[in-house]
């Protein structure tokens, strides 16, 4: 007991009671009168934080009982936020701090103010790997979302084979990226022994000079990047569609079916607006995957030394790029900044239109 207690000082007590006394009589009036139940409540709240301080007075306990329950939330907390500030928060506000410097990992930093920034509009590779992640994105986002819906709607069915088909659908996204990548360099060979281009060959009849070089070609690159990503990605968000159909009320389409309507025009009125919310949310982790996007890239552009050309370049290579292969990490880090700026303005846009378009 006397390690929770302290010696209480009755003049100090006094003063202390004089300041929380009145101030608890006041906070009871303004509840009698208040009419708002949100500010009641808060008010309410308030009195009891009050009470708490008074009895502590009066007890001499070091803490009120809200203090003890708050340190026990806290404790339990402290070791992920701690984890948190360490190894994430910390870096990223260091990052931020290293855009405005010049520093190559081994010299004297130095105050480069904007330079950082200035120099990238000279770079022909930031603005290559600027446009091509935008292009991979407004391409990637759609496709993925229309085949994830399209197969969720299918598989939602009761039909032969379903959960095989559910699994295969979904085991690219949880394949390793560096075994499927080999795999769809192989179907995608440029030579006309590919698999596929074996097909364009034989069976559509498209001459052999015409044939597409997919990732060896700087014009077929980016849409093969952009298959690949859709391939692998679907089965993930179909997933996520899938719990959304199966929350929709059956009634709908039973009601629906009475009244004449179709397949389509079930999917039309019931189907996508009840899936609006999970759309919303798919878009935006979608969108935020895309920007992030590296792996894809490197491993079918990368070619055998790992660089990759301005065909298929994007932000997050151009980044790893400048801060460990030239070590101008100065200048890497404000890239690291634009992106995070491109990715916030876009997912506020968003968020802006989330009342109209996910309720």
């Known amino acids: 007991m006397a390690a929770t207690r302290k010696t209480v000082d009755p003049a100090v007590a006094e003063q202390k009671l004089a300041k929380l006394t009145p101030r608890l009589k006041d906070l009871e009036a303004r509840v009698a009168a208040e009419t708002d139940p949100k500010k009641r409540q808060k008010l309410m709240a308030q009195i009891v934080t009050v009470e708490e301080k008074i009895k502590q007075v009066k007890t001499g306990e070091r803490m009120t009982r809200q203090q003890k329950r708050d340190l026990i939330a806290y404790s339990f907390i402290a070791p992920n936020f701690i984890g948190f500030a360490v190894f994430t928060l910390g870096p990223v506000i260091f990052a931020f701090v290293l855009a405005f410097l010049k520093w190559d990992g081994n010299t004297a930093m130095e105050f480069a103010a904007f330079d950082n920034f200035m120099e990238m509009f000279g770079n022909s590779r930031f603005t290559a790997s600027f446009k091509n992640t935008i292009i991979y994105c407004i391409a990637t986002v759609p496709m993925t979302l229309a085949a994830a819906i399209g197969l969720a709607v299918v598989l939602n069915q009761k039909i032969k084979g379903r959960n095989f088909f559910r699994t295969v659908s979904f085991f690219p996204y949880v394949a390793s990226l560096v075994a499927v990548a080999a795999v769809w360099n192989m179907l995608f060979s440029p030579a006309k022994s590919g698999p596929v281009n074996m097909l364009l060959y034989n ?34 968000y179909m997933v996520i569609y899938l719990a ?8 709908l389409y039973e009601a629906a079916s009475l009244d004449g309507a179709g397949s389509w025009q079930k999917f039309r009125y019931i189907t996508w607006p009840q899936l609006q919310p999970t759309t919303f949310f798919v878009t935006i982790i979608l969108t935020i995957n895309c920007f ?21 370049i994007v932000l997050v290579y151009h980044i790893y790029e400048e801060a460990f292969r030239n070590w101008n990490l100065g200048y890497a880090s404000a890239v690291a900044m634009v992106l995070f700026l491109l990715v916030l303005a876009v997912t506020i846009v968003q968020f802006r239109g989330e009342k109209k378009y996910a309720n």
């Open 203 to 236: 069976v559509f009849h498209v001459a052999a000079n015409k044939l597409p070089k997919w990732a060896a070609s700087k014009d077929w690159v980016m849409f093969t990047i952009v298959l690949f990503s859709v391939w692998k990605n679907m089965g993930y």
């Open 244 to 251: 959304g159909l199966q929350g929709i009320n059956a009634e």
């Open 292 to 312: 992030k996007v590296y792996d894809i890239v490197y491993m079918l552009a990368g070619g055998s030394n790992g660089v990759i050309n301005e065909s298929a």
